[in-house]
């Protein structure tokens, strides 16, 4: 039994110092770019726990699907825990004065209220709801500062125009942005961004309800070296054509309400395993509102065996697209990638220092989520 235990360690031992070598080739790969891998070793310990529990099984099965492709521009909003305060003001209450409740219980701007009276708040409506529903009885609430929760009493007065019982703050429920669309699949799901919407302090936004709107792109701010570019666009929240159910490290998913008119074709998704340093495309859409085909090369494609995002090194080399955006600019994020007639993956991110260099992540890791 000892020399069968001492025989286990001896392989368990050569095991870790393969993958510290990995790891090391990783290490010099990402800061070669400029970009910090402080969460590597974090990779790797998951990667030995999923090899001895059996759960990452599921990740090696290759990809046979067909899916409709994106690379056209979404509006997504994401609704998260809390509304966060974004302004506060005066009304005119019953007994002619000047007043506001949420100034008078402590609220300030850039607070996120969680909880009004003991009921959750995920949207600005729910909150006027509940202030107009408490005849003026005093309501506790919860509050965020700064990450740290907080609690005080309010006590919302009736407004003398509106004759509703008010709070006299205005609130913000959703993050809201551009993204591009990578991939439309047959029941309607869709995936998009490949990397998730966060909030100021870059944590990912918990997702209980979000939907996808028609978007026109209007102007670009080219991208130069330290500061990334950006596609300036637009979208009207009265016509919500999906919906949005998560928001994770791979991206936004949802679905559509019906299929949209542009899916007309299908397109096979590569395995990881095709995946190759090499002349490649990306569509996305512009200014001119029409989704184009433009040239990039993979530089690098990492072999990855579990979900993880940042799997490709990609370079922008189409004269047309560099002249116009200076490379990857934000909004581009979910631009499928397409190589040999496959779909292989999604743009994600621009390297600050160079913006014609960026990631890309697998379109796999993305149809698991």
């Known amino acids: 039994m000892k020399r069968l235990l001492s025989i286990l360690f001896v392989v368990l031992m050569c095991f870790q110092c393969l993958c510290l070598t990995v790891f090391a080739e990783n290490t010099e790969y990402y800061d070669c770019n400029n970009i910090q891998a402080t969460a590597a070793n974090c990779d790797i310990f998951d990667d030995i726990g999923d090899l001895f ?5 599921n990740t090696t099965a290759k990809i046979n699907e067909q899916v409709y492709l994106g690379g056209y521009p979404l509006g997504i909003t994401i609704d998260g825990d809390g509304v966060t305060v974004i302004g506060l003001n005066e009304f005119i209450a019953e ?20 909880e009004l009276g003991g009921r959750k708040i995920y949207s600005s409506t729910k909150l006027s709801e509940l202030a107009n529903k408490s005849n ?11 990450g740290e929760l907080r609690e005080t009493t309010i006590i919302p007065q009736k407004d003398l125009s509106s004759h509703n019982y008010r709070l006299g703050l205005w609130s913000r429920d959703s993050s809201s942005g551009i993204g591009t669309l990578t991939y439309v699949r047959k029941n309607l799901n869709f995936g998009s961004l490949g990397h998730p919407i966060t909030d100021a302090n870059g944590n ?16 670009i701010e080219k991208g130069k070296k330290g500061a990334a570019g950006e596609l300036k666009g637009s979208f009207c929240f009265d016509k919500r054509i999906g919906n949005v159910y998560a928001n994770n490290k791979f991206g936004a998913f949802g679905t559509f309400n019906t299929l949209p008119a542009f899916c007309q074709e299908l397109i096979s998704v590569a395995d990881i395993s095709e995946v190759r340093a090499g002349k490649a495309q990306i569509y996305c859409t512009l200014d001119d509102n029409v989704r184009k ?22 370079h922008i080399t189409d004269p047309e697209l560099i002249d116009k955006t200076g490379g990857i600019v934000q909004g581009m994020s979910g631009s499928p990638i397409i190589q040999n007639g496959k779909l ?26």
Not at 102 to 109: K, L, S, Y
Not at 204 to 219: A, E, V, Y
């Open 53 to 57: 529990t059996g759960s990452n099984a």
């Open 95 to 114: 007994d002619g004065k000047l007043c506001c409740p949420a100034m008078q219980a402590g609220i300030e701007i850039n607070d996120v209220i969680v």
């Open 136 to 146: 003026g009885q005093a309501l506790s609430v919860k509050y965020l500062r700064d």
């Open 204 to 219: 990912i936004i918990t997702c209980k309800n979000g939907g996808i709107f028609n978007c026109s792109i209007d102007g």
């Open 293 to 314: 085909c433009y040239d990039i090369e993979i530089v690098k494609a990492t072999q990855q065996s579990s979900k993880d995002d940042r799997g490709m090194v990609l």
């Open 344 to 369: 292989v993956g999604a743009v994600t991110h621009v390297f600050v220092n160079d913006p014609t260099r960026g990631y890309g992540m697998y379109a796999k890791w993305m149809l698991m989520n």
